[in-house]
């Protein structure tokens, strides 16, 4: 008789004991054990409570029911900066010879054709100042020679000021026979120190 009381002791604890077990983690949607880990079956699936609904569903036990985190946003890429000016510094000697007619501030079609292409060049820089400088060589005398060094170079000018170059970034100078480049003892010495000199200075935009 005794035996059968036990018996009856036994099958009472167990199915009073049993909820108390599940009781330590009945917070969730998921039976858990106290430490809050999910009990799962053989397949390894999470035993669900009777209550549970998929807004319930967490990343351990149903992943594909819980929303997947947004991806982080790529970092915008800072824009290239703007292209700074650079400095300018262009320099050319026009050959008396070749571009002014003989003893004279007169330009020659090739001379004038000369200014043209530098008016074009201008165009494209933003320029500060444009510096002409007229040169001849020693034959006559000095102040022949800075007369027709200082006409040469207001030559110069007027015909970049034709093309549209402003003038009032022209300036003009006459050296005479004071800079010569070499020698005037050849003629060759001599052709090369007739001549007028245009310096131009100024920015332009560099693309990258």
């Known amino acids: 008789m005794r035996i059968k009381h036990q018996a009856i002791a036994a099958i009472a604890c167990g199915l009073l004991c049993t909820p108390a077990v599940y009781a330590q983690g009945d917070e969730g949607a998921y039976w858990s054990n106290p430490e809050g880990e999910a009990y799962k079956n053989a397949d390894g699936e999470c035993w669900k409570k009777p ?26 890429a800072k824009p290239a900066p703007a292209p700074q000016p650079t400095a300018v510094i262009e320099e050319v000697s026009m050959s008396a010879d070749a571009n002014f007619a003989f003893d004279s501030a007169e330009l020659k ?46 030559s110069a000018k007027a015909a970049l000021v034709d093309e549209g170059i402003d003038p009032a970034i022209i300036t003009t100078r006459g050296y005479g026979e004071t800079a010569p480049l070499t020698s005037n003892d050849t003629s060759e010495g001599r052709a090369t120190n007739r001549r007028v000199d245009v310096s131009v200075t100024g920015t332009k935009k560099v693309m990258r």
């Open 51 to 76: 209550d549970w609904t998929e807004a319930d569903a967490t990343r351990e036990c149903d992943p594909d029911l819980v929303p997947k985190p947004k991806p982080k946003p790529k970092p915008v």
């Open 109 to 154: 079609p090739e001379g004038a054709e000369a200014i043209r292409e530098m008016a074009g060049r201008v165009r494209n820089v933003k320029a500060l100042s444009i510096d002409i400088a007229g040169h001849t060589d020693s034959v006559g005398t000095e102040s022949y020679n800075q007369g027709l060094s200082e006409e040469r170079a207001a």
